[in-house]
């Protein structure tokens, strides 16, 4: 098979495990994460196909999505086994895959090129206008509200603090979205995310001042 046939087979077999998904990370989400990251390992020299390939997967082990993440990873196992034949190419797709995630501020930075940009590419997809439109799609989907001004902004959560229901998703913006431009680890993410970013602060801007609006 070549490379080409084993990413259609990638998307083939993503496509159906997000369908139906409301909570912002649908197929649409992990498309977009695989042209960010393919843009980004074409300008940073990455190797494209474990950057293309891992970035397609990215989402199958996530505790945010599946509840038997032990039982996505050996399935997500056996299909890249099945694909490739390269123990070296599964390897490094796997390891991206455990390790781009952001934990509430717990997570890791990964030690591969092809994890790192993996990662900056999900965050992009994080901020900017689909950022905005995807935290309120994830917040409703876990029953939080818009705002909820008597929340209090939280740092230095745990996991599952961070998980909670405790906040709004205007506190999810202070508690995830804006340390994300930050946490870019490539040059090509950074220039990327400063104009994101830029739209996610006026956006609360804009949103406060219409929230305080009095007679
Ligand atoms: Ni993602």
Redesign the pocket.
Same mark, same amino acid.
């Given at each position: 098979m070549n490379q080409q046939e084993i990413i259609l087979q990638l998307e083939n077999y993503v496509r159906n495990l997000h369908q139906g998904d409301s909570s912002g /990370?649908d197929w649409h /989400?992990?498309d977009r994460?695989r042209n960010l990251a393919v843009h980004i390992a074409k300008k940073e020299n990455a190797n494209q196909f474990i950057v293309e390939c891992a970035a397609l997967v990215? $989402?199958v082990i996530?505790d945010k999505l599946h509840d038997d993440l032990e039982a996505q990873k050996i399935q997500l196992e056996s299909i890249l086994n099945e694909l490739l034949n390269s123990n070296e190419v599964v390897k490094a797709i796997l390891y991206i895959v455990e390790n781009i995630s952001y934990k509430g501020g717990n997570g890791v930075i990964p030690t591969s090129l092809e994890g790192k940009i993996v990662q900056d590419a $999900?965050r992009l $997809?994080?901020i900017g206008a689909i950022g905005v439109a995807r935290t309120f799609a994830y917040g409703g989907k876990k029953g939080r509200s818009m705002f909820n001004p008597e929340f209090k902004i939280r740092d230095n959560m745990t996991i599952e603090e961070y998980r909670s229901d405790k906040s709004s998703s205007l506190h999810h913006f202070y508690e995830k979205i804006l340390k994300l431009k930050d946490l870019m680890n490539t040059k090509t993410a950074l220039e990327m995310a400063e104009e994101r970013h830029l739209f996610v602060e006026k956006f609360i801007d804009e949103f406060m001042k219409e929230w305080n609006f009095k007679i």
């Open positions: /990370h /989400h992990i994460v990215h $989402d996530d $999900d $997809d994080a």
